[in-house]
């Protein structure tokens, strides 16, 4: 058999990024166990996330079923680290200073925060958020079970990765010190860049 008759196969290339297209950002990969949930102000929702290759996002987003109302509802975003039992622990940075807040009043449905210039890192952390405000109503988001399959076989005595934190204001925490009892975290979304 000549070269040029052998059978052969040829890798396709890698799929490229979609540029805005939307991603899910908390809880990678996708889980089927999808909510919402009335979130009270001045409470950090903690939703772990793993990313392979360094990601950049220009807005990140949240659903609501039912906005805020009777007054302001902003939202802040934060990144932090991971301890040995994949709980939130250290800030790595304050999207919040750097991006502002996140209107969660008026209309129902996705509200969106831009981002530009954002770049998550590959690896695993979780995504933190709160809003304070003087809203009557608190905002009901889509949320997802805390359950990460992707970070729970990999770290070990981690079966459950979304928690809440009690805190005065949506201002950043410096360290995370979520309570011992997983919950529903809220959806956050990526747009990539």
């Not at 939130?88 to 981002?115: C, E, F, N």
Request: charged share 10%; glycine share 12%; hydrophobic share 50%.
């Amino acid at each position: 058999m000549s070269t040029s008759d052998r059978p052969h196969t040829k890798r396709p290339p890698a799929r490229a990024r979609v540029l805005g297209a939307w991603i899910h950002v908390t809880g990678q990969p996708f889980m089927i166990v999808a909510g919402s949930a009335q979130k009270l102000a001045g409470v950090w929702n903690y939703m772990a996330a793993k990313f392979t290759t360094d990601t950049p996002v220009s807005a990140l987003g949240v659903c609501t079923t039912v906005a805020a109302a009777g007054g302001s509802a902003l939202a802040r975003f934060g990144l932090f680290a991971l301890d040995a039992t994949a709980r939130p622990a250290a800030r790595m940075a304050d999207w919040g200073a750097l991006y502002g807040g996140l209107d969660l009043t008026g209309m129902v449905g996705p509200k969106i925060l831009s981002t530009v210039g954002l770049v998550i890192p590959a690896g695993e952390y979780a995504i933190g958020w709160a809003w304070a405000g003087t809203a009557k109503t608190p905002p009901t988001l889509h949320t997802l079970l805390g359950i990460h399959p992707s970070i729970a076989m990999e770290t070990l005595s981690a079966a459950a990765t979304a928690y809440t934190q009690n805190i005065s204001g949506a201002s950043v925490p410096i360290m995370a010190t979520p309570g011992a009892s997983p919950t529903a975290g809220v959806i956050v979304w990526g747009k990539l860049a």
